[in-house]
């Protein structure tokens, strides 16, 4: 099988069509058990009382923000170094959806911090860099649609990608020793060091949900993305029709 | 070359010097807005000086980065440039080295008179002049990259600050701490530093993607 058949746009149209249920399915049955466990299994938190179930959304968001960002400059790079037009496309496919997961990983946690912290929002360092990530996520996804000509937002996104890479240890860093220094109400997110099992595994087959969600809508959205870009192909024209 | 780029460059801005002035002006009335809106009390004043001066600085060096290259850009010497045999990094980085002399060095000079009005003392002064110069050349490196995507787009200054912003915060951060330390009498030494580092980071690395994205812009 030659895999680099499907590096071509017109070819993995068709193929992405057809993985897009078997990604789409198992992560809605995972979603629905991941919350069963998580809302009914789970154990009461004896501090946080029922308040801390929020965690089984927010945990996995901001994980898949994260992760999202450093797929997202990766298949940036691919697309620039090999000028390959799929993975460019792949990126701008998955900077949405990274910046849908970052927004929701702000959203809960300060939903989360009301009840806990007594504030929906504190200068803490995680939510000051998650932040400063939706920032970058926005910085790229504005570059890439303020420039008409595709090659070169392609281009242009990859190398801001790749530099916000670069970034984002010496942003955290940053934003931690500025933290520290501030004394601000800096309360661990996870406060005891173990959590139950049942708890962990909730996290767990979220994050899993998660991850097939992403998959999923990220070949959705690279289909609609491969279809506005060959309109001018023929083959394109059928496909819309 | 790379001499022929930095005088050439501060002959151009010595003939648009209201530009390079308006940038100082801006920084200048964005600083003194600070006071009016939060009201003359000294210590609070005081105590959001680092904060208010280094946010003021990223704004007037965001704001000069649209002179770094949009004039070669529209009247073609760019292009000629990115055409020579010398090494676009050195041109990238004379025009930056330009900048900065004309915006990051008039605006940290300047800096102890507006500190002044915020009541800081000597010591804190001479930190925050050092800070300013140890940083602005760092934003003016960062920033070229931003300037270099956003090249020749509609809405360029906009995006430019979307994109740059998010960059500066490191120097945000530890510029106005060291300033912070030098007020409470902490240890400076660190945060001055982490800014060295970083404005050795940048002088590596930001040239080469700010030529990687010329290239992309002028394709």
């Known amino acids: 099988m030659n895999w680099y058949k499907y590096a071509s746009p017109t070819n993995f149209y068709p193929l992405a069509g057809k993985m897009i249920p078997w990604f789409a399915i198992p992560s809605a049955i995972l979603f629905v058990l991941g919350l069963y466990v998580g809302f009914f299994v789970a154990p009461t938190d004896f501090q946080q009382g029922d308040a801390y179930r929020i965690i089984f959304i927010h945990v996995p968001s901001a994980w898949m923000g994260m992760f999202l960002y450093l797929l997202m400059a990766f298949y940036a790079a691919i697309g620039w170094a090999f000028n390959a037009r799929l993975s460019s496309m792949m990126a701008s496919a998955i900077s949405i959806t990274g910046a849908m997961f970052t927004a929701l990983s702000l959203v809960t946690g300060s939903l989360w911090g009301k009840p806990t912290w007594g504030t929906y929002w504190v200068w803490d360092a995680r939510l000051t860099s998650t932040l400063i990530l939706l920032f970058l996520y926005i910085g790229f996804i504005s570059l890439q649609a303020s420039i008409d000509d595709r090659s070169r937002a392609d281009r242009a996104g990859a190398v801001l990608a790749i530099v916000g890479v670069i970034n984002v240890p010496i942003i955290y860093f940053s934003v931690q020793w500025w933290n520290t220094l501030h004394q601000g109400a800096s309360i661990r997110l996870l406060g005891k060091p173990t959590i139950a099992p049942p708890m962990m595994a909730a996290m767990l087959i979220i994050l899993a949900a998660c991850w097939l969600y992403s998959i999923a809508v990220v070949l959705v959205r690279l289909r609609q993305i491969i279809v506005e870009r060959e309109q001018t192909a023929a083959w394109a024209a059928e496909a819309r029709a | ?219």
């Open chain 2, 1 to 219: 070359m790379f001499r022929w780029i930095v005088v050439r460059d501060l002959t151009l801005a010595w003939k648009s010097r209201v530009d390079v002035l308006s940038t100082l002006f801006f920084f200048l009335i964005v600083v003194s807005l600070f006071p009016l809106g939060i009201g003359p009390e000294t210590n609070l004043l005081r105590l959001i000086a680092p904060g208010v001066v280094w946010v003021a600085a990223l704004l007037a060096s965001m704001l000069s980065l649209g002179r770094l290259f949009a004039n070669d850009y529209q009247d073609g010497t760019l292009e000629q440039l990115l055409l020579t045999p010398q090494p676009l990094y050195l041109v990238v980085l004379g025009k930056v080295l330009a900048l900065w002399l004309v915006s990051g060095v008039p605006l940290a000079l300047m800096s102890p008179v507006l500190g002044i009005q915020f009541g800081l003392s000597g010591n804190t002064l001479f930190v925050l002049v050092v800070s300013l110069l140890l940083g602005t050349p760092v934003l003016a490196l960062i920033g070229s990259i931003g300037a270099a995507l956003t090249l020749g787009l509609r809405g360029g200054g906009l995006l430019l600050s979307i994109l740059v912003l998010p960059l500066y915060i490191p120097v945000l951060i530890f510029g106005s701490g060291a300033v912070d330390a030098s007020i409470t009498g902490m240890g400076l030494q660190g945060s001055l530093s982490l800014l060295g580092a970083v404005l050795v980071l940048s002088l590596v690395f930001a040239p080469w993607a700010t030529s990687a994205a010329l290239r992309i812009s002028l394709e």
